[in-house]
């Protein structure tokens, strides 16, 4: 909450010593619109959605979310549009960009190629549970990682949400990093890296 885009892009080149970049693939990072947040007592801040507060036992501000799956639907048609197949496109983020990314994959376009989230979870009974459960198509695989130390966002909300997507369907894996509290780790972006690049791997011309 609070950071850009910008802000989000500075932080991981901070962490690799250089940009998270790809010669075959495009990076682009969103800046969510400034809103009041709830568990800052309704102050104006950069975040996804609101919520009612920051736990997983809570309904979710289902609301603001779907307004900004609509948002967000509309750069993945960019995308789409500028000839990029949507089984290439991967969507993902940190904490609740996480938590955005899972939403708009799983409830809105179950057929990009995947989805990470880096200290994420979903509420205990997530729309996007709810969408999963009327599903029978495959689904995008989910790349999550989570510190055991973090205070805000627990590894148990994390860990539960990956065996909630894993019962409903999703292929799942979830990265441990013991000691690690709300925050991204050098290990963890590589990890991410070698895992974008698996499932998006340069296309071979085809000869004929």
Not at 96 to 120: I, P, T
Request: aromatic residues 10%; neutral net charge.
């Amino acid at each position: 909450t609070g950071d850009t885009g910008q802000g989000a892009r500075a932080w991981i080149k901070q962490i690799l010593n250089q940009d998270m970049a790809f010669q075959h693939i495009k990076v682009i990072y969103p800046t969510a619109p400034r809103r009041p947040y709830t568990p800052m007592k309704g102050a104006f801040s950069t975040v996804w959605f609101d919520r009612y507060k920051i736990s997983n036992d809570c309904p979710e501000h289902i609301e603001s979310i779907d307004s900004m799956c609509q948002r967000l639907t509309d750069l993945i048609n960019d995308e789409i549009k500028n000839g990029i197949a949507k089984n290439r496109i991967l969507i993902g983020g940190f904490s609740m960009g996480g938590g955005m990314a899972m939403h708009l994959a799983y409830r809105f376009h179950q057929d990009l190629s995947g989805v990470f989230a880096l200290s994420s979870f979903l509420n205990k009974d997530s729309a996007v549970y709810q969408a999963l459960k009327r599903n029978d198509s495959v689904l995008p695989e989910l790349f999550q990682c989570h510190g055991t130390a973090d205070e805000l966002v627990l590894y148990s909300w994390g860990e539960e949400t990956n065996k909630m997507l894993q019962s409903l369907g999703v292929s799942t894996s979830l990265h441990t990093f013991p000691n690690l509290n709300h925050e991204l780790s050098r290990t963890e972006i590589e990890k991410l890296k070698n895992w974008i690049i698996k499932k998006l791997p340069v296309e071979v011309a085809k000869t004929n």
